[in-house]
């Protein structure tokens, strides 16, 4: 599904902006590809209750309405002490996509092009669709790198944040928690992954600082040492220590600026991910 129709030539018709529909409403679908248009997406949006839009209900696939990464801003969602900036840049998406269109912001059934690199604010939900992947950086909290199929809510001033689907955290100082439909990870000074992609387990790799996991369902806590994986499950945590290709995925993220193939990580993660789920 698009949010632009685009003619023979590729070459964007319109778009929604500042809550207003397009003029031409016959555009319901893209006249090439037969996709819904983007009044179709602003009309179905719209309609839609917030409460269907929940972090805490992942599915197989989160699925984005549009089709692209999205911001649904939610305004109403935190207030903060003092205005943060926080960029949502796209780090991998399918061959052939405009990386200039890639980002989209969806707010009261408006949706507007935000481009590659786009600005966030504390309460908004990042919605990655399959084939992407984004690194969100929040100012002097953390930096998280979130996988495909996956949606994150920014934490607001007690640094809260909700995931499905499955990302890498890189806390820069200060306390952070990361709930998931059943667990609670609340973090100092930490790099680890999370894996949330079901709403019945929730998998933590820790490489470094202290991590704490609450299972909402029986209330039992344990810490994470360094090297070691959580698995929450409706029963009990069960802790062990990371295998190879737990550790490869880790380091990888590590590696991620220094030219480590995005692609391999992703393939590293979808590993580990179904080790995680067997």
Do not use: W
Request: charged share 20%.
């Amino acid at each position: 599904v698009r949010i632009d129709c685009r003619d023979k030539d590729g070459l964007l018709k319109h778009c929604v902006a500042e809550g207003k529909k397009c003029e031409d409403t016959q555009s319901q679908f893209d006249p090439v590809t037969g996709e819904e248009g983007i009044d179709a997406v602003a009309d179905r949006l719209q309609a839609e209750e917030s409460d269907e839009i929940s972090v805490l209900q992942p599915t197989s696939e989160q699925e984005s309405a549009t089709g692209l990464v999205e911001i649904q801003r939610r305004p109403s969602m935190c207030t903060v002490s003092a205005p943060i900036a926080i960029t949502v840049r796209i780090v991998s998406a399918p061959a052939g996509t405009n990386l200039d269109n890639s980002v989209v912001a969806v707010a009261d059934g408006a949706v507007t092009i935000e481009g590659q690199d786009a600005v966030a604010n504390p309460g908004d939900t990042i919605i990655v669709p399959p084939g992407h992947s984004v690194e969100i950086r929040i100012p002097g909290v953390a930096i998280v790198h979130l996988s495909e199929n996956s949606r994150f809510t920014l934490p607001c001033d007690d640094n809260t944040s909700t995931l499905s689907g499955a990302s890498f955290f890189d806390v820069i100082r200060g306390s952070f928690v990361v709930q998931t439909a059943n667990a609670v990870v609340g973090v100092r000074g930490t790099r680890f992954f999370v894996d949330a992609s079901t709403a019945e387990k929730t998998t933590v790799l820790l490489e470094q600082g202290v991590v704490m996991l609450t299972s909402k369902v029986t209330n039992e806590e344990k810490k994470l040492a360094p090297g070691e994986r959580g698995d929450i499950s409706s029963s009990a945590i069960n802790v062990q220590l990371l295998n190879q290709s737990e550790e490869d995925l880790l380091v990888s993220f590590k590696n991620v600026r220094t030219g480590y193939s995005v692609s391999s990580i992703l393939m590293l993660m979808a590993g580990v991910i179904i080790l995680a789920v067997v």
